[in-house]
């Protein structure tokens, strides 16, 4: 009875011990055997840092569950993190200035809250093997990475993916963007694809050479195309725009094709898509609700369907676009289609050489004076050798 009274206070001193390696507010790993230390965890609860000074390469294995943050900040001498059965991260994942970091393995890794990577020059690749299917918020920059295969979300609310110059290949199976997607200064031929997304908030693609949204319905938000090499813009089922529409500089772009759209709640923006001749990918377009601004080298302008447009009209064309002027003109007026400021100019072809000129303007016509024609009839005949008949003959003809 003696033994086991100093038994037993000694086995729960160990189990106090085992409990508290387990969970604390950081636990900071200055080397592999401080990360083995917590192989027993098979959840920790609180933070686990790696420390800056850290030479060894690091492998939290046993723990299956973070309920906390993983966190590497400025980690110069690490050249591989991995865990081989973690499977979630309920708060951020942070990894920023890990210079040399080149390998990432975390085979059974689904569920993370926040994943905060930024500014890993050595890391190409991911070693995610099933592959993380949610996450709240993900910001993916300056990296090398070259494909974001592992990451294969179904939802998500907040997603940057920039910077990242090796980057070539976006593919997720996204249903919802619940509150912004940014893509930017990536890859030169980086492909977007998202052949499942049904719904977004904000999206913005900048840089890049192809996006495919087939299945997007309907946003909230803005949807802007800006300085994208982007030949063809197809978005078959999308038919509302909450907030603004814009597709600006993109220098390769010949085709849009948004032939359910019947709304925008914002402004609609085209400008300087310098091989974009023919705007007619908007058949069903009725309503703009904010300002329709289209600025570029187009000779066709088709909006069909048009009922509703509340802001200010501006369409300015280096091509001639006299036909499209004239229509959208009978439009205008504070009752009419077009409720606020209307322009329209755009240049056409003169006889015997190229030029621009206006071809309508809001607050006047396009066609010029009687008396402006009967002296360029004038300065014509008498330039001419027909000589003061044919000068009489210029003006009478044209009286």
Same mark, same amino acid.
């Given at each position: @009875?003696?033994?086991?009274?100093?038994?037993?206070?000694?086995?729960?001193?160990?189990?106090?011990?085992?409990?508290?390696?387990?969970?604390?507010?950081?636990? %900071?790993?200055?080397?592999?055997?401080?990360?083995?230390?917590?192989?027993?965890?098979?959840?920790?609860?609180?933070?686990?840092?790696?420390?800056?000074?850290?030479?060894?390469?690091?492998?939290?294995?046993?723990?299956? #569950?973070?309920?906390?943050?993983?966190?590497?900040?400025?980690?110069?001498?690490?050249?591989?993190?991995?865990?081989?059965?973690?499977?979630?991260?309920?708060?951020?994942?942070?990894?920023?200035?890990?210079?040399?970091?080149?390998? *990432?393995?975390?085979?059974?890794?689904?569920?993370?809250? %926040?994943?905060?990577?930024?500014?890993?020059?050595?890391?190409?690749?991911?070693?995610?093997?099933?592959?993380?299917?949610?996450?709240?918020?993900?910001?993916?920059?300056?990296?090398?990475?070259?494909?974001?295969?592992?990451?294969?979300?179904?939802?998500?609310?907040?997603?940057?993916?920039?910077?990242?110059?090796?980057?070539?290949?976006?593919?997720?199976?996204?249903?919802?963007?619940?509150?912004? *997607?940014?893509?930017?200064?990536?890859?030169?031929? *980086?492909?977007?694809?998202?052949?499942? *997304?049904?719904?977004?908030?904000?999206?913005?693609?900048?840089?890049?050479?192809?996006?495919?949204?087939?299945?997007?319905?309907?946003?909230?938000?803005? !949807?802007?195309?800006?300085?994208?090499?982007?030949?063809?813009?197809?978005?078959?089922?999308?038919? %509302?725009?909450?907030?603004?529409?814009?597709?600006?500089?993109?220098?390769?772009?010949? =085709?849009?094709?948004?032939?359910?759209?019947?709304?925008?709640? &914002? &402004?609609?923006?085209?400008?300087?898509?310098?091989?974009?001749?023919?705007?007619?990918?908007?058949?069903?377009? #009725?309503?703009?609700?904010?300002?329709?601004?289209?600025?570029?080298?187009?000779? =066709?302008?088709?909006?069909?369907?048009?009922?509703?447009?509340?802001?200010?009209?501006?369409?300015?064309?280096?091509?001639?676009?006299?036909?499209?002027?004239? @229509?959208?003109?009978? !439009?205008?007026?504070? =009752?009419?289609?077009?409720?606020?400021?209307?322009?329209?100019? &755009?240049?056409?072809? #003169?006889?015997?050489?190229?030029?621009?000129?206006?071809?309508?303007?809001?607050?006047?016509?396009?066609?010029?004076?009687?008396?402006?024609?009967?002296?360029?009839?004038? @300065?014509?005949?008498?330039?001419?050798?027909?000589?003061?008949?044919?000068?009489?003959?210029?003006?009478?003809?044209?009286?």
């Amino acid at each position: @009875m003696s033994v086991l009274r100093y038994i037993v206070p000694a086995l729960a001193a160990a189990g106090r011990l085992v409990a508290a390696q387990c969970s604390a507010a950081t636990t %900071t790993i200055q080397n592999q055997a401080d990360a083995s230390a917590l192989a027993s965890c098979t959840t920790f609860t609180g933070n686990i840092a790696i420390a800056s000074g850290t030479t060894d390469n690091i492998a939290l294995n046993g723990i299956q #569950k973070i309920d906390g943050s993983l966190i590497a900040n400025n980690v110069t001498q690490m050249t591989q993190l991995s865990a081989s059965s973690l499977e979630t991260i309920t708060h951020q994942f942070g990894l920023n200035g890990l210079t040399i970091l080149s390998t *990432l393995n975390f085979p059974r890794l689904t569920n993370i809250d %926040t994943i905060q990577w930024e500014a890993l020059p050595a890391l190409q690749g991911l070693s995610f093997t099933t592959g993380v299917q949610t996450a709240a918020s993900v910001s993916i920059q300056n990296t090398e990475l070259n494909s974001l295969s592992g990451i294969n979300l179904q939802v998500v609310d907040k997603m940057i993916i920039a910077n990242n110059p090796y980057l070539n290949d976006i593919t997720a199976h996204l249903g919802n963007i619940t509150t912004a *997607l940014t893509v930017e200064a990536n890859g030169r031929n *980086l492909s977007v694809n998202f052949p499942n *997304l049904l719904w977004a908030f904000n999206m913005t693609f900048r840089n890049c050479s192809r996006v495919n949204i087939p299945s997007l319905a309907s946003l909230n938000g803005s !949807l802007g195309f800006y300085s994208n090499e982007i030949q063809s813009l197809m978005a078959p089922n999308l038919t %509302t725009v909450g907030g603004s529409l814009s597709f600006v500089s993109n220098t390769m772009l010949t =085709n849009i094709s948004l032939p359910s759209l019947t709304t925008v709640n &914002g &402004g609609f923006q085209l400008a300087n898509n310098t091989m974009l001749a023919n705007i007619d990918g908007f058949p069903h377009l #009725k309503t703009v609700a904010g300002a329709l601004d289209f600025n570029g080298n187009f000779t =066709n302008v088709s909006l069909p369907a048009i009922s509703d447009i509340r802001g200010a009209f501006n369409m300015q064309s280096s091509g001639d676009i006299s036909a499209a002027c004239s @229509m959208f003109q009978s !439009l205008s007026g504070q =009752n009419n289609v077009i409720k606020g400021k209307f322009t329209c100019a &755009g240049g056409q072809s #003169k006889p015997g050489g190229a030029g621009t000129s206006p071809t309508g303007t809001s607050g006047g016509s396009s066609s010029s004076s009687t008396a402006k024609s009967s002296a360029n009839a004038l @300065m014509v005949a008498s330039t001419s050798s027909v000589g003061f008949m044919g000068v009489l003959a210029a003006i009478f003809g044209l009286l």
